[in-house]
């Protein structure tokens, strides 16, 4: 695993009530979103079957679990949810064997926050095998933590994952932000009680009690984030 683990205790950014930042991947940190349902086209074409795009807003920011199985259903291939779990891993990573776009400002918000010395997570549905290959092109220095979706019981949109690095970094949930783009990642992050940033990249999210929408990542930075903290106050 790539995961390092801080030693235990609540750690607060100098100045701030900031503790820790907690970033979700797909479509967030890397434009890869539409790799997926690229992928799951492939895969499901090659078993006959053509998909509904509607079906891509269900699918979008869950755990694969849930869209495999949900594809599975709809389309009534003839795969178990294991084989097709298989195909579209293998699909993804060598999709992203070729190229692997970054969300505009993702590494100068994770360079900024390694300068400062912020505790950040990478929490993500994808399994570990994914995570680890993005991390080649995110820089695995720029998290202290990192969760796949295959490492807990229930993934998004369950509180666990954010709960469990938060558990992990010793901080509180409610000091940390958290960046995502789906409603799945943004329903597990406030079920776990903490600061939402929204980057929308597939379907449009309204704003909300703690919950802040922009259109970029470019517009977050560690003052942003900081002053999210002091708002609740």
Known sequence: MTSTVP???????????????????????????????????????????????????????????????????????????PELTVLLNDGFEHRIGRTLPLMPGALRLLAELAQYEIPTALVSASHRRIIDRVLTYLGPQHFSLTVAGDEVARTKPHPDPYLFAAARLGVDPARCAVVEDTATGVAAAEAAGCQVVVVPSVAPIAPAARRTVVSSLEEVDLTFLRGLMTEMR
């Open 7 to 81: 030693a235990l205790g609540t750690r607060t950014a100098e100045g701030s009530a900031l503790q820790a930042v907690l970033l979700d991947m797909d479509g967030t940190l890397v434009d890869t979103e539409g790799f997926w349902w690229d992928v799951e086209v492939e895969v499901f074409a090659g078993l006959g079957h053509t998909l509904d795009d509607s079906w891509r807003h269900v699918v979008v920011g869950g755990p694969m679990t849930r869209s495999a199985g949900f594809l599975i259903e709809a389309t009534g291939a003839d795969i178990t949810l």
